[in-house]
DNA sequence: CGGTATCGATACTTCTAGTAGCGAAATCTC
DNA sequence: GAGATTTCGCTACTAGAAGTATCGATACCG
C-alpha cells in the first residue's frame, strides 16, 4: 500500500502511549463493578492516569468504551481457502470466544443500551466497530449489507442476550447450536 | 382452578389504582429520552404521581422498567391447533411487534444492561418475565429448557440488537428471515 | 530560549437514584 | 364518631457519577 509521508509531527508535548493501559484497566473494571458502575475515574485510577487525560482523548465514556471494543476484539481470523461455512462457523465461534472474555459482555451491553438513545454515540459504534466486520464478511460471502448485518444482529445479539440474562457466556453446546442454525440458513 | 378465600384486606389507606398510568408514562418517558435519562423524577410527573409513590410500589427503577415490561408484552397469543412451526414462528412475530412498539425496547436493553452487573435485578429479569414465556413454550413445544432459553436468546437478541445498532425496529422481510430460519432448525 | 500542547491534580457544576420526614387523606374496626 | 393504620403528595436531603475548567509542571520542536 502507498504510504503518504510521514504526517508531520504537531507541535507541542507529545501525547503518552497510554491507550494500552487505559484499555486494560477498562475491562478490569467493568468485569469487576459492571457498566454503570464502571466509572471514568475509577478506570483512570486503575489505569494510573487523570480522568482529564481520558477525556482529552475519547470525548466520553461510551466512546472510550466502544475504542476498547474495538481494540479487544481485534480484526476477523480468516484464513485463505475457507469455504463459505468454514467463515461462517469461524465468525460465530470468534464472537463468542471474544464475548466471553471478561468484562467484554457488560461493556458491550453498556455502550448498547446508551446508542439507543443518543444517536452520537451509535454513529461511533456502527462505524467503528460494526462496519469493519460487516464490510469483510460482505466482500469474504459475497451477500449484500442487509444480509449480512442480519447475520450480525443474530450472532452478536444471541451472545449477548445470553449474557445479560444469565450473567455467564453461552456454553459450548449452544454455540454448536447457534453456528449449525446459521450455517444451515445462510451456508 | 381453586381459588382461596379473598385475601383479608389489610389496614391503612389503601394504595391508589394508579400502575397502568405509570407504566402508560414510563414508556411514554422512556421513548422520548431513552433509558438513561427517563429518570423517575420524570416518569412520576409526567404520571401524575409523586416519586415517593413510585418507590412505595417497585424498589428501583430497574423493577418499576421490568414491571412495565412485563405488563406491557402481556401472554404469548397461542392458538389451539396450532401446528409447531406455527407456534414459533407466532411466538417470533408477537415478540417482533412488542419490541417495536415506542420504548419497549429500549426499556429492555436498559434494564437489561443493568442486569449484567446487578444479580438482585438479573433474578427479577428472569423470573417475571423470562420464565412465563419459557414455561409455557416448554409445555407447547415439549422441549427442554435449555432449548427453548437458546430460542428465546436468539429471538429477543437478535431483535434487540437490531434496534440497538439502528434505533429502528426490525423491518418485516428481516422478521421473516427470522422465522424462516428458526423454524427450519427447530421446527 | 520561546512556543505549544500534554500531564496530573483539584475543584466545580449538573444530574440522578434512592431515602427521610411531615401533614393530610382514606379506610377499617370498635 | 374516635382511633389506628397506611398511603399520598411534598420537600429536603445524601451519595455518587459525567463532564468541564483551571493551573503549575513537563516534554518536544525550532
Redesign the interface.
Known amino acids: 500500500m502507498a504510504r503518504a509521508t510521514t504526517p508531520p509531527r504537531p507541535p507541542g508535548r507529545p501525547r503518552a502511549g497510554i491507550d494500552a493501559e487505559v484499555f486494560a484497566a477498562t475491562l478490569r473494571t467493568v468485569d469487576e463493578?459492571?457498566?454503570?458502575?464502571a466509572t471514568v475515574d475509577r478506570i483512570a485510577a486503575a489505569a494510573g492516569v487523570a480522568k482529564t487525560t481520558i477525556y482529552r482523548r475519547w470525548p466520553s465514556k461510551g466512546a472510550l468504551i466502544t475504542a476498547c471494543l474495538v481494540d479487544a476484539f481485534g480484526p476477523l481470523p480468516i484464513k485463505a481457502g475457507d469455504s463459505r461455512e468454514e467463515v461462517i462457523a469461524s465468525a460465530i465461534r470468534f464472537g463468542a470466544l471474544r464475548i466471553a472474555e471478561p468484562g467484554l459482555?457488560?461493556a458491550f451491553?453498556?455502550v448498547?443500551?446508551?446508542?439507543?438513545?443518543?444517536?452520537e454515540l451509535?454513529e461511533i459504534?456502527?462505524t467503528q466497530l460494526?462496519d469493519p466486520y460487516r464490510l469483510v464478511l460482505q466482500e469474504v460471502l459475497g451477500e449484500s449489507e442487509?444480509r449480512v448485518?442480519?447475520f450480525?444482529?443474530?450472532v452478536?445479539?444471541?451472545?449477548?442476550?445470553?449474557?445479560?440474562?444469565?450473567?455467564e457466556p453461552?456454553v459450548k453446546?449452544?454455540v454448536d447450536?447457534?453456528v449449525?442454525?446459521?450455517v444451515?440458513?445462510l451456508g
Open positions: 463493578l459492571g457498566y454503570t458502575h459482555a457488560a451491553a453498556g448498547f443500551t446508551d446508542a439507543i438513545s443518543d444517536p451509535r459504534l456502527s460494526q442487509q448485518l442480519f450480525v444482529d443474530v452478536i445479539g444471541t451472545l449477548l442476550h445470553r449474557m445479560g440474562m444469565t450473567g453461552m453446546a449452544d447450536a447457534l449449525e442454525m446459521v444451515s440458513y
